[in-house]
């Protein structure tokens, strides 16, 4: 069995799958350094945990109880959010990984420290367990330069000043679930909390609405998507820079338009505030959409995932009905799974057993 990780800023979310990819059991330790919760399974336990080497204590205990002991597992996979420009495919954890996961982190400061803390936590506990990493970033790799470089001087650009594009695991998964009846062409749409969209040509990212981080790009729930650099000058020299941030990250998108960043209460609403909230959402969608059309030289199918791209048809709707000028595009709603992409890369890195 194989045992999934993902460390977020104040979670450690688990799944453990079979060698078959099934999923046996998922669980999650929720607002790690206060009062919180271990979930596994339908069960909840109350708990308290002081940082992510001591929920993943606690979760290892939990699923001992549940029958699943370290020995029965043949390797450990985790999602690391950001893999910089040296981590541009799944990898097994060698100490070289983990430094090029340590030289990443000005560019995920919240993210790639927790996950690094859950690797070498497994580490000391269980030294023999082979472990696996799969990236964020890694899809988009196959970007061009023109699409990876923004125009600005030289010496930016060395020091990591690039896009990079995310939500990659989600369209790995895509790619796999298509199997071989891929479309050439392929618009993929990911639309969560967080929303993106990406070119997928033969298989392979050539093009993705996010960049330096995941705040370009489309409307989302709680980000502003793309905004002028010189707008976030100014309102950063009004609010400092720690303001803006969470301006620009937590308190835009839908949310600063339409009071909630919630789709479905949106939708649920008939006001006109919510309702130009929606509207403002999938019309930005569509002309990302249109720029991503034109990097592929047209589109064969479009496919969307994530909460609002696979339960919210009026959106889904909405953004096709822009999208009607490329003419009749097929459209598959695909369940995102990204932990199941984290165990089939390390399954393939495993190789045969
Ligand atoms: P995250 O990016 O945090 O993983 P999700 O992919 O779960 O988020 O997507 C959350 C979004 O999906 C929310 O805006 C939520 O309202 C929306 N959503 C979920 N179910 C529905 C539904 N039935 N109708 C409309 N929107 C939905």
């Known amino acids: ?20 990819l099934t999923s046996v059991l998922s669980g999650a330790v929720t607002s790690i350094g206060t009062d919180g919760a271990i979930k596994l399974g339908d069960e909840t336990v109350r708990t308290k945990t ?54 990443a982190i000005p560019l995920a400061p919240l993210h790639n420290p927790n996950n690094l803390a859950a690797m070498l936590a497994l580490q000391a506990v269980a030294p023999g ?19 990876t470089r923004y125009a600005i001087p030289q010496t930016e650009h060395d020091a990591g000043i690039r896009r990079y594009g995310f939500h990659g695991l989600s369209y790995a998964g895509m790619v796999a679930s298509f199997g071989t009846a891929l479309p050439a062409r392929l618009l993929a749409l990911h639309l969560g909390n967080g929303a993106s969209l990406c070119a997928i040509k033969d298989g392979r990212s050539i093009a993705t609405s996010m960049g330096y981080s995941p705040l370009s790009g489309l409307t989302m729930g709680t980000r502003s998507g793309d905004i002028d650099g010189a707008a976030v000058l100014r309102i950063s020299a009004a609010l400092g820079e720690d303001e803006t941030d969470r301006m620009l990250n937590k308190n835009s998108g839908l949310k600063a338009l339409g009071g909630d960043n919630d789709m479905r209460s949106l939708l649920n609403r008939h006001d006109a505030e919510a309702a130009f909230a929606v509207d403002h959402f999938c019309y930005w969608a569509a002309r990302h959409a249109g720029s991503a059309i034109v990097a592929m030289g047209g589109v064969d199918a479009v496919a969307f995932t994530g909460g609002i791209g696979e339960n919210a048809a009026p959106v889904r709707d909405k953004i096709m009905a822009f999208l009607a000028c490329f003419g009749d595009v097929p459209v598959h709603i695909i369940a995102a799974d990204e932990e199941k992409q984290i165990a089939r890369d390390a399954l393939t890195l495993m190789g045969p057993a």
């Open 1 to 20: 069995m194989i045992l999934v990780l993902n460390a977020g800023s104040s979670s450690l979310k688990v799944e453990v799958f079979t060698s078959d």
């Open 50 to 103: 002081a940082n992510h080497a001591d929920a993943l204590a606690q979760m290892l205990d939990a699923l001992a109880h549940a029958g699943i002991t370290l020995d029965k597992l043949t390797a450990a996979a985790h999602r690391v959010v950001h893999g910089g420009t040296i981590l541009t495919q799944p990898a097994r954890v060698t100490p070289q990984v983990i430094a090029a996961i340590e030289s």
């Open 129 to 147: 367990l082979p472990q696996y990493a799969s990236f964020g970033t890694a899809f988009h790799a196959t970007n061009p330069a023109v699409a």
